[in-house]
DNA sequence: CGGATCGTTGATCAACTTCAACGGTCGTGG
DNA sequence: CCACGACCGTTGAAGTTGATCAACGATCCG
């Protein structure tokens, strides 16, 4: 039970043996629906999400009062609006569950308690935000350079299958286009 | 003499006393002239640049082959090409001086000793990682939500005296467009 | 079975790019 | 210290990309 975290923490830092059931104490098991609401724009973000399995995504309204889509986390991503975690304030972001998802939360408070009793974590988070940046980097260069045709394709190229798990007009927010233009690169793409 | 540093992991986490000249010791010192370049695409990427004094910038050459920027680093700011970094790949990016500038570098194989000698580094650099992360999620919320005209004036107004500092063909290459649509943005915010 | 949601199609429209040309200024060599 | 060339910012016309709006058919779920 609960391998997915431990065995994703063993891929970047070594772990003190027999104190598995420790570690997962600073955690908290969240079951839920398709659908359900782990955090909604104005409220304090308490939490960073673990997926063990399931899916969840991150959006925002726009000036056009519109949902879009920034990220998607499937099994053994973390996902939180981490402006407002790590700084206390309102949040700016909505975290939704895309399908029923099996999650452990990290809170806030804990985090510091944890990197106290293990050292081994800062270094696993230290490693994950470098490497959640680094990929960041390689968006924002991506959002720049392609269009949004090249955008489609190099996503479902990049994560086969992945497109068939979401409903359409969620991939399209993601992409940063409208669902009527997706159906027509779609149709195009077919042809 | 090189207080900056100190003065910015101070911010994040104690040190212990006594001990700077020995930190200081595992990072280069470096000058540069204006318009040098510190990195190539294609290049291993061997260092991770921290901002003296000056103005250091990254780019890429997109799919038509022009310069598109992607990032600036002034005072206390940190610059590499993270993805080429952590995993010792070729660079996707190259990195150049904008003005003359002080630098101090750290390298690849460096850093793993001095997270052994000094672990508060690793919790300096898991924060410091954890900002650029949550600015980038707010940074790509940007992306996707402004139209350009009002990138610019989120940018201008954001970093007010910065868009004096640098060329205008850079800011309009950061902010994702041509320097002749800028141009008739000026035009237009200035009327 | 019925209503709401989702995907598709086509027409019109706005944002931004591309291209070409011109004037100003900066810095470098003579 | 001057003159020349290269680079930079601006302007306007024409062209693309992708958004918007409206309407319709399909499908999913209660």
Redesign the pocket.
């Known amino acids: 039970m609960s391998a997915a975290l431990l065995h994703h923490i063993a891929q970047y830092t070594k772990l003190p043996a027999g104190e598995d059931q420790e570690l997962l104490n600073f955690f908290r098991r969240i079951n839920v629906n398709k659908k359900e609401m782990l955090l909604e724009e104005g409220q304090s973000c308490k939490t960073h999400y673990f997926v063990e399995k399931g899916c969840l995504r991150m959006f925002f309204l726009n000036s056009?009062g519109?949902e879009q889509t920034t990220q998607f986390a499937i099994e053994n991503w973390w996902i939180t609006d981490h402006m407002a975690f790590q700084l206390q304030k309102p949040a700016s972001f909505y975290i939704q569950s895309v399908e029923a998802s099996q999650l452990l939360a990290l809170d806030f408070q804990v985090q510091e308690k944890l990197f106290l009793r293990f050292p081994q974590m800062e270094s696993y988070f230290r490693q994950l935000y470098e490497r959640a940046y680094a990929a960041s980097q390689t968006r924002v260069k991506y959002l720049y350079d392609?269009?949004?045709?090249?955008?489609y394709r190099n996503f479902i190229e990049k994560y086969p299958g992945f497109a068939q798990r979401i409903?359409?007009?969620?991939?399209?927010s993601f992409l940063?286009?409208?669902?009527?233009?997706?159906?027509?690169i779609?149709?195009k793409h077919r042809s």
Chains 1, 2 share one sequence.
């Open positions: 056009k519109v392609l269009s949004k045709e090249d955008h409903p359409q007009y969620l991939l399209a940063g286009f409208t669902p009527e233009y997706l159906s027509e779609r149709k």
